[in-house]
């Protein structure tokens, strides 16, 4: 059985030793990588949120180089903000600088009460490259143009045949009304991960992960947002997390869903 190995961009591994946790684990062919904030050397962080962005794309630079990745072989990356609506026009402009031309990542952003001192924090899994590895990406026509902002809806990773999704919104090739309530977007959310999966030529069976974002969540919130998830995966039990945030992508989004698939 392959043995996990922990990986420290140089002249960071105390600050890790300190809090007791890595920068990133390499398991087999994949790297997971902890959530890079804009922490200067000293731990502290950036004061101005520009600087705080940049910062901690450089830091996620140092930690996937440390792991023999780049920004090409990120496979899922999860963006967290303290002010989605203020702070959304910084990010995606730094984004386009590392991101600039297609193939894109596939993208979940999350508003978050606390980030520990930041207001910026960003997570990935990547593929480590060799030369039985790839990364390809896909933005089927069954689901809505998510090209157009600069990612994609599916990266799938191999070996291993494993595809990991973007977070799954209210949203439909075709446009048209976001609905208000939580039920209708989960309906709409929970159709664009049954796209993806018909794009992938999968089924429920084949779903090992889903994640369930709900703005400003209760008990009955949660259960409006997985009813469509339970008619999609019938007798499947896939492992699921449900987490309540302070706001989504856009203000009116109040659900979304994320979702990773072993391919048949």
């Not at 904030?37 to 520009?50: H, N, Y």
């Not at 702070?87 to 386009?96: C, E, I, K, L, T």
């Not at 919104?169 to 049954?194: H, K, Y």
Request: charged share 20%.
């Amino acid at each position: 059985m392959a043995q996990s190995e922990a990986v420290f961009p140089s002249n960071r591994d105390a600050l890790y030793e300190k809090h007791r946790y890595s920068a990133a684990v390499r398991s087999g062919d994949l790297l997971f990588v902890s959530g890079q904030v804009g922490s200067r050397p000293d731990g502290s962080p950036e004061p101005d949120f520009e600087a705080q962005v940049r910062r901690a794309y450089a830091n996620l630079e140092a930690t996937l180089a440390a792991g023999g990745c780049t920004f090409d072989d990120i496979v899922d990356l999860t963006t967290f903000h303290t002010d989605p609506v203020k702070q959304m026009g910084v990010v995606n402009a730094v984004r386009n600088e590392k991101f600039p031309q297609a193939p894109y990542p596939n993208w979940t952003s999350i508003g978050v009460n606390r980030l520990a001192g930041f207001d910026f924090e960003i997570k990935v899994i990547a593929r480590i490259p060799s030369r039985t590895s790839s990364v390809s990406r896909r933005n089927p026509p069954t689901m809505w143009n998510m090209a157009a902002l600069g990612f994609s809806h599916i990266s799938v990773a191999e070996p291993g045949r494993m595809a990991f999704l973007s977070g799954q919104i209210a949203v439909t090739p075709g446009g048209g009304d976001v609905p208000e309530d939580i039920a209708g977007q989960a309906r709409l959310a929970t159709a664009n991960l049954s796209a993806a999966l018909a794009e992938l030529g999968a089924s429920a069976q084949d779903i090992v992960m889903l994640r369930v974002y709900v703005v400003n969540a209760t008990s009955e919130a949660f259960g409006q947002a997985v009813a469509p998830l339970h008619e999609l995966l019938g007798d499947v039990m896939p492992s699921i997390t449900t987490i309540g945030v302070q706001a989504l992508y856009k203000p009116e989004i109040k659900v979304e869903i994320e979702m990773a698939v072993r391919l048949p």
